[in-house]
């Protein structure tokens, strides 16, 4: 009976050794979740993904945690924003001081690599005039064809981390890109019918994505990029946009509808809320993201 037991007991233990998978997932740390997604989508069932920025916080004011200072230490690859967007990270990852994730590092990617960089400042841009996007725009995430040089880094990235599975995220990127690229297809279709034409929005977080698509940016609710509305600022602004007949207004959802309300009442131009991230307004990954803009967008232009 014993005997019966004991190699019931050794049965159950080997049985629970073999659920662990014999290789331990690559601990990937994503300072936003557009790219935890991405990065999800190339290294498929061989990584774990943590996004620091949480869906529908603004990523230029990260209130950092000692909890993420943790999963930075344990990590294996961080994939960042970049320009000044996450500049928050540097005091993480100081902080975390993972050898493996410093700059420099195999397992330091930063997505911004290769993105060709919209509204870089000239001269230098006086801390006095309150503009955060210092090094340009930072929002080149929601331009699809800029996902695809992302994605690559994180391919370049992860091929360095974990050698041994190469082949298997070179097949999930080459499968992103092609889920994305019959996508940019359909968009660019969709928003054909309003080429040129301009839009409002809250931040200027949509520079590249209207690009993308052939449409103009008319100018923002902020005074400057951080700048918050002004009464005087929104008051040339509707002038404006009575003046011009423009009335496609986008807010991204982390924004207060005080001013877009106002707006609305003052010219009747009916705004439309796009999500700030993969995870505001139900948006379940980045391609489900940018399906939403589009549509939104259309709304707004109809
Ligand atoms: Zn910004």
Redesign the pocket.
């Known amino acids: 009976m014993k005997i019966i037991i004991r190699t019931a007991l050794l049965l159950a233990l080997v049985l629970a050794t073999a659920a662990v998978p014999a290789i331990a997932a690559i601990d990937i740390v994503a300072s936003t979740p557009e790219l935890a997604d991405i990065a999800k989508q190339v290294g498929g069932n061989k990584v774990h993904v943590y996004s620091i920025a949480k869906p529908n916080q603004d990523y ?1 004011m990260i209130e950092p945690r000692p909890s993420d200072v943790s999963k930075i230490s344990r990590a294996d690859m961080i994939v960042r924003i970049g320009l000044d ?1 996450d500049m928050w990270f540097d005091a993480l990852s100081n902080a975390a001081s993972n050898s493996k994730v410093r700059r420099g590092a195999a397992g330091y990617v930063d997505a911004s690599e290769g993105i060709k960089k919209l509204e870089v400042p000239k001269g230098q841009i006086s801390g006095a005039s309150g503009d ?2 210092v090094y340009g ?3 080149y995430f929601y331009d699809p064809e800029n996902a695809k040089i992302i994605a690559r880094n994180i391919l370049d990235g992860l091929k360095k981390v974990s050698p041994s599975n190469k082949a298997a995220f070179q097949d999930n990127y080459d499968d992103f890109t092609k889920k994305l690229d019959k996508k940019i297809g359909q968009w660019e279709k969709e928003l054909a019918p309003y080429k040129g034409e301009e839009v409002v929005t809250y ?3 949509a520079i590249y994505f209207l690009r993308r698509f052939g449409l103009k940016s008319f100018g923002t609710l902020e005074v400057k ?2 700048i918050p509305p002004s009464a005087s600022h929104i008051s040339k602004l509707i002038k404006r946009m009575k003046d011009d007949k423009v009335s496609a207004v986008v807010i991204e959802s982390i924004y207060s509808k005080k001013f877009p309300d106002l707006i609305q009442r003052e010219t009747g131009a009916k705004y439309e809320v796009v999500p700030y991230s993969v995870g505001s307004l139900g948006t379940k990954s980045y391609i489900d993201l940018i399906d939403t803009w589009v549509d939104k967008y259309k709304q707004a232009l109809r």
């Open positions: 230029h967007l955060i996007h725009n930072p929002h931040h200027q977080s990029p951080g």
